[in-house]
């Protein structure tokens, strides 16, 4: 199997990038570079490893001159593989199980590996996506009929996928920091299971008891929590709030209202911004640009935003109203600089907000 993703590879980009291109720096950030570089020193060109051990690299201008040539050949080469690598995932996740091309199709960058387990032919890892880059909050992959080599550890850093005949190959580095652990995977198939956040849990609010929280979740769909690896529906009628604890029927979800929510998913994505989005009525759009709820200004500049042109008065209006030397001046400065743009700024507001 020819992967282009390797912990070295990986490796010798990040050290690459270690170094700040033109930036001027002083005693103390160069011995901090001094450091990082010599965590890397193993993958480095043999020709800089004695100056960076003995820190003198910096002061060498011609030697200087080739690693910041190395460091830039080497980033623009990993650079150009790495897109051709991510353009074979994407035609190849469209041939993968249905239940897998949507969590594949995004990226599984930092999420926390809670397990990774043979099950018989099959490998199931269980991801916690909640400081990851997918609206997904946990997902668990299972692979049929694997092969593996290597070992996971702490979090799902990069990977690569790639197919060869009859079955596919995944090549993931997971790490804790550096360095990084490199698993493979040989399997026929994958499937996905995945749950969300209530909205609620995002964006809680005022919501401050466990009791108002299950108020603020949506009788309409369906919930879950993880017992023993596995998604376990629960039914909000048999949530109860103890002496001992916050229960799930029998099962205990924490003592506290903070552990219990934790223990909380959904079977539907609720965007949890999305009543940033709610129109504001353009007969009170000026009033809830000044609004003292931080909620009701974003509504009202996504608002004029929307309207574009339509909004023109008003945002003329608010313009001649704000006083440059406050807070607000940045944002009112970006919609002066958007609707210039759109050429609807009166000439002495554009006189105010915008210098030629």
């Given amino acids: 199997m020819m992967f282009f993703l390797t912990r070295e590879r990986q490796e010798v980009f990040d050290a690459a990038h270690t170094y700040p291109f033109e930036e001027e720096f002083d005693k103390e950030?160069?011995?901090?570079?001094?450091e990082r570089l010599a965590e890397y020193r193993d993958v480095l060109p043999q020709k800089f490893q004695p100056e960076i051990s003995e820190r003198t690299l910096f002061?060498?201008?011609?030697?200087?001159?080739?690693?910041?040539?190395?460091?830039?050949?080497?980033?623009?080469?990993?650079?150009?593989?790495?897109?051709?690598?991510h353009q074979k995932r994407e035609a190849i996740v469209d041939?993968?199980?249905?239940?897998?091309?949507?969590v594949f199709s995004q990226s599984f960058h930092d999420g926390k590996i809670l397990s990774a387990e043979q099950q018989g032919k099959n490998f199931m890892l269980l991801l916690d996506m909640s400081g990851g880059f997918t609206v997904e909050s946990i997902i668990q992959l299972v692979f049929h009929d694997v092969e593996t080599a290597g070992h996971l550890e702490g979090f799902y850093v990069y990977d690569e996928l790639i197919k060869i005949e009859d079955r596919y190959?995944?090549?993931?580095?997971?790490?804790?920091?550096s360095p990084y652990a490199e698993w493979t995977i040989c399997f026929k198939?994958?499937?996905?299971?995945?749950?969300?956040?209530?909205?609620?849990?995002?964006?809680?609010?005022?919501?401050?008891?466990?009791?108002?929280y299950v108020i603020a979740l949506n009788l309409n769909d369906k919930y879950f929590i993880v017992?023993?690896?596995?998604?376990?529906?629960?039914h909000l009628a048999t949530l109860s709030q103890t002496d001992n604890g916050i229960f799930a029927g029998e099962v205990l979800l924490g003592d506290?209202?903070?552990?219990?929510?934790?223990?909380?998913?959904?079977?539907?994505?609720?965007?949890?911004?999305?009543?940033?989005?709610?129109?504001?009525?353009?007969?009170?759009?000026?009033?809830a640009i000044f609004d003292v709820e931080q909620n009701i200004r974003v509504r009202a500049f996504n608002t004029i935003y929307a309207l574009g042109e339509g909004a023109a008065y008003i945002v003329n209006a608010a313009l001649r109203k704000v006083d440059k030397s406050t807070d607000d001046n940045l944002y009112f400065g970006i919609i002066?600089?958007?609707?210039?743009?759109l050429g609807c700024l009166e000439d002495d507001v554009k006189l105010k907000w915008i210098r030629e």
Wanted: charged share 25%.
């Fill in 227 to 234: 017992k023993d690896r596995e998604f376990v529906e629960i």
């Fill in 95 to 102: 041939r993968l199980h249905p239940s897998a091309q949507t």
């Fill in 169 to 177: 190959a995944l090549r993931v580095l997971s790490s804790f920091g």
């Fill in 256 to 287: 506290t209202f903070e552990e219990a929510k934790e223990r909380i998913y959904c079977a539907t994505y609720e965007d949890p911004y999305a009543h940033f989005s709610e129109p504001i009525p353009i007969d009170e759009l000026l009033c």
């Fill in 29 to 34: 950030f160069e011995d901090y570079l001094y």
């Fill in 189 to 212: 198939d994958v499937t996905a299971k995945y749950l969300y956040r209530p909205a609620v849990y995002i964006e809680p609010g005022e919501v401050a008891t466990w009791e108002d």
């Fill in 336 to 341: 002066a600089s958007h609707f210039d743009q």
């Fill in 59 to 85: 002061q060498n201008a011609i030697l200087m001159e080739g690693f910041e040539e190395w460091c830039n050949m080497t980033i623009e080469q990993f650079t150009t593989n790495s897109k051709v690598v």
